[in-house]
């Protein structure tokens, strides 16, 4: 079986904004996907979250496999979101008032309803909250990478880069 891994929103705002300060680290994984044969996956979710600002042609899409929401992703969410919802009623950590857990929630469903997904990728630190509660409550068979740590660091592969002349 191949691995994939999930990419959220928040990565392909960086990935098509050269401006943004994690640009690079967004390029980086992307090339090493490719190179190194891991399905990139997009949720039609993450789709309709880019379109309030983005537009269609921007997304490239031809390099991904999109991933619609199902009646089987609806049903799991609903048991990871009671989780975290529970938890988070009775935390002293007290999370920032957002929306879009659900929807974190039915991302991370589909990442572990999906066998070849072995990683999620983000630069959402609210996200690994809620990834963080789900995992301590129940098995999560993907595992979450933070977008602000470089690609090397975490696939322990060396960054050598040499100047050409």
């Known amino acids: 079986m191949s691995h994939s891994v999930l990419l ?14 994690l640009h690079n680290n967004a390029k980086d994984y992307f090339k090493y996907f490719l190179e190194n044969d891991i ?8 789709v309709a ?5 983005g537009k269609i042609g921007e997304l490239p899409l031809e390099k991904v496999q999109i991933i619609p929401f199902n009646i089987d992703h609806a049903v799991r969410a609903g048991e990871l979101a009671s989780i975290v919802f529970n938890k988070k009623s009775g935390s002293e950590d007290k999370f920032q008032d957002r929306k879009i857990i659900s929807n974190d929630t039915k991302l991370f469903t589909q990442a572990d309803l999906d066998p070849s997904v072995t990683y999620f990728l983000t ?3 609210e996200c690994r909250k809620v990834y963080d509660i789900m995992a301590s409550e129940t098995k999560v ?3 979450i990478i933070d977008l602000n740590n470089p690609y090397h660091e975490v696939f322990g592969k060396l960054d ?6």
């Open 8 to 21: 959220d929103t928040s990565f392909f705002i960086r990935l098509l904004n050269p401006d943004d300060k």
């Open 39 to 46: 399905v990139i996956k997009i949720s039609t979710i993450s």
């Open 49 to 53: 979250e880019y379109f309030v600002r």
């Open 123 to 125: 630069s959402d630190s």
């Open 141 to 143: 068979s993907f595992e």
């Open 160 to 165: 050598l880069q040499f100047d050409q002349e």
